[in-house]
Structure formats: C-alpha cells, structure tokens
C-alpha cells in the first residue's frame, strides 16, 4: 500500500540504450527544478555513481546522496531511492525506471512511491467537483480522496 | 513544520484503521466524541488519544455548533489531504518534465 506517481513516455531508441542515456547520460538530460531541489543551495549535476548510488555535485565538489541503488538490470529495470533535502528522516521514497521494447521504441515508465500509509479503503474514485468550495464536509473530502486515489494503487 | 514534515504528519495519522474510520463518520458530518466512540466500538480514552492525533495532524478540528457554545463536535479540516495531493502532482510534474527532456536528449544523442 502506497501513495505513487507514474510517468511514462516512448523514446525513439533500444531499451539498452535508453537505460544508458538514463544512468549514465542523466547529467546532460536532468533539468534542475526549484521546486524538487534536493538541497537548498545552488542545484548541481546529477550522476550515478558505479551502480551503487544516485549522487548530486555541486560546484563547490560537495555530494549529496539522492539514493541507493538497489536494482540495476540494464536495458530492463532500474530501483533508486529518493530524498530531497526538504524530507524528515522517516520520509524515504523510491523511484522504480522499467524500460519495455514497444516495436522499434522503447517505452521507458517511472514509477515514484512513498510512504506506505496512504489509506487504500478511502480512495473509492469519484469526480472532482467543478469548484473546490463546493461543501465544507464530506463532498469536498470525498474529492479529494478520489484524486488521491488516481496516484495510489 | 516544512511542507515535507506536514505530509509526514498527515499520512501518519491516517496509518491507523480506527483513525481512518473516524475520517469516514466525519465526512457525514461532524459528531461528538462520544458518538465517535460508540460508532468504533472503542472505548472513551481510546477515541481521546485517536482525536488527539487526529487533531494534531490537522485533520479535524474541535468546534461548537452554532446552536449551542456548550456542545463540542469534531469536523474535519480538509487542508493537510491538500498537501497531499499537492505533493503528488508536483511529483507528477516533475517527472513529465524530466523525462521530456530525457527524450529529447536520447532522440538527439540517436
């Protein structure tokens, strides 16, 4: 049980290749983002190092550890784990990279999931309402909880 | 509390079953304590400590009716399931955006 994003896309590419354009090239492709820094100074490059951790260096050579590697099948899977500098200690979360042969592409999905509590009985799906203001009590709620449960399976 | 410790609290305050039937009884409406207790089957100290944590995570709130300043009820407060979900999607958009951009790196690269 547990809260998850998933992203996906298809790339013009073999899934051995995509895997290493995405372990190997992630500092040429990776876009810092204000809102996911991973420490609050200046952003830094991104990198694997060998195929034990998921690593940040800023300009200044200071590394901060995003997460561990613990499945590395090339041109198949990729499991990391992720932290941001904003995240309490108990906060781990783990981003999950498969890469599936689809014809002459390769359909690469990242999978990102968190803290195992989110409630799976609550998230029955409903339609979110057209205003957010719609009901103090249980509409408002019942809204939420169904696009809460587009992100939890 | 950073929004990251705010989510913690939220997510570990609907961990517990008794806690998430509560959240379900007030989404009905809001109730008192006692009626909370009876509808779980718990005890009147049991319910208190599963409020307390519901009330510090900030997901119900203590309040009065307006018809009556003596009488206490429970509601929920639905801001901290909006961390939430705002912590979802922009996770979400961050990995559309990353994975553009790895597209378009792989595709270039060729």
Known sequence: MASRVMVALRVRATPARAFEAFTAEIGQWWTPNDLFAFTPREPGVLSFEGRERLIETRAGGKVFEIGRVTVWEPGVRLVVGWRQASFTPEMATEVEVTFEPVGEETRVTVTHTGWDSVPRAHVAKHGFPETAFLARHGEWWRALLGRLGEYVG | ?110
């Open chain 2, 1 to 110: 509390m950073t929004a990251a410790a705010r989510l913690d609290t939220t997510l570990a305050a609907l961990a517990d079953p008794h806690r998430r039937q509560v959240i379900e009884l007030l989404r009905e409406r809001p109730r008192r304590a006692g009626d909370l207790a009876r509808a779980a089957g718990l005890t009147a100290p049991a319910m208190s400590r599963h409020l307390r944590a519901l009330r510090q995570s900030g997901l119900v709130e203590e309040t009065s009716p307006d018809f009556d300043a003596r009488v206490r009820v429970y509601q929920l407060r639905p801001e901290p399931m909006v961390h939430l979900l705002r912590w979802l999607e922009e996770t979400e958009r961050l990995w559309t955006a990353q994975l553009a951009a790895f597209k378009a790196h792989v595709e270039k690269a060729g």
